[in-house]
């Protein structure tokens, strides 16, 4: 298997790196605009296999498609991060012309290849490079939902000093303040959430998810890449091993929660043909509410990437 991750920064390097020491794949290519910036990144990462031992190869590119020939998974982190006081759509102006060219590049060389969007605005990154790619939209889709939930589930663990293993969560929406934790399908080891922890400290749990990749640009300055990069991982994992996971993803819905023509964050199946099979939950009429206004957010959006002709 050969998977490419596109932008060699932070998200990037980290996701190369987990794919690499886990052996995800045998040929992982590291490219970026920047140069050597991909070569170097990838060498460090390769001067760990002896540490870690692992065999899977890393080599980096400066632009140079041609290395992600015949790739079965792209992941593109190429853009932007935001800093404080920013908002993730406020990197729509840059990020968009970069998710263009790069998906423009790589369907090019890997017309079959399913491609990962990691670059934010995430929704809306990965609606462009579904317009710029014209593949099948199984094939083209974003990593939100496991970052979102996985820090939801952190939080939980550290609240209710358990193993953050036992968690299991579903979380919808766009990958913006909007997104909607859903406590009804948030269970500790089988257990429903809500019979152990008050209302009040899980309600603060969900305040918090919303907004906690705000809370560590606060902290550094620039974006979350340790659990981002090793959630995309996670993704192309699934993809590569055929793991028919039940992943939060950023699927493009065809009337399913009764949204036409948007991405959105909603549980899938993830095998080797990409998006199997979207889930649709029953929603309370309070849930559904929550799902519809991070829709409109999101398709707010989506119509200045239309206004954009890029
Ligand atoms: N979906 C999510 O949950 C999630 C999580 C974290 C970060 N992100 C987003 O991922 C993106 C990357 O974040 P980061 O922290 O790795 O940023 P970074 O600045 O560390 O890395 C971005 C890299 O992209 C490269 N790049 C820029 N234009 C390029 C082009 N045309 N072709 C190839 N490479 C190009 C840059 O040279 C840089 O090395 C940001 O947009 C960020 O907001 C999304
Ligand atoms: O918050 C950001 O800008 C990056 C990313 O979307 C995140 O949630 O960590």
Redesign the pocket.
């Known amino acids: 298997m050969k998977v490419t991750v ?9 996701c190369a790196d987990v794919l690499a020491h886990r052996e995800i794949a045998n040929e992982i290519v590291l ?4 140069e050597g ?2 070569e170097g990144k990838a060498l460090d990462i390769w001067q760990t296999a002896p540490i870690n031992l692992y065999d899977s190869r890393v080599t980096g590119s400066t ?1 140079d498609y041609s290395k992600t020939a015949d790739s079965d998974v792209v992941v593109i ?6 800093k404080p006081g920013m908002s ?1 759509d406020d ?1 729509i102006a ?2 968009a ?2 998710v263009k ?2 998906t423009d ?1 790589i369907i090019k060389y890997s017309p079959n290849a399913i491609i990962v ?6 929704d809306v ?1 990965t609606y462009c490079a579904y317009l710029t790619a014209k593949v099948d939209s199984k094939k083209v889709f ?3 939902g496991i ?2 939930t996985a820090r939801y589930r952190a939080f939980l663990a550290t609240e209710l000093n358990v193993s953050p293993k036992d968690i299991q969560a579903v979380l919808m929406g766009g ?1 913006g303040d909007t997104m909607v934790p859903l406590p009804r399908y948030t269970t500790v080891g089988g257990i429903p959430v809500t019979e152990l922890i008050e209302k009040d400290k899980l309600d603060a749990i969900i305040e918090r998810t919303k907004v906690g ?1 705000g809370e560590i640009v606060k902290l550094l300055g ?4 340790y ?3 090793a ?2 991982a996670q993704m192309v994992e699934a993809i590569v091993r055929d793991q028919k996971r039940v992943f939060p993803v ?1 699927a493009w819905l065809q009337g399913e929660y009764g949204l036409k023509d948007i991405y959105l964050g909603v549980p899938v199946i993830l095998g080797k043909n990409g998006i199997e099979k979207i889930i649709e939950l029953q929603l309370t009429e309070d849930e559904k509410a929550l799902l519809d206004e991070s829709a409109t957010a999101v398709k707010d959006v989506m119509n200045v990437l239309d206004g954009m002709n890029l």
């Open positions: 596109v932008g060699a920064g932070n998200v990037g390097a980290t490219l970026d605009i920047k910036f991909a632009n982190t190429s853009g932007l991060p935001r993730r990197l840059t990020n012309g970069i060219s790069v590049n969007i990691v670059s934010n605005p995430l990154m974003g990593m939100a970052l979102d990958h990749g620039t974006s979350a890449w659990a981002p990069g959630a995309a950023c």
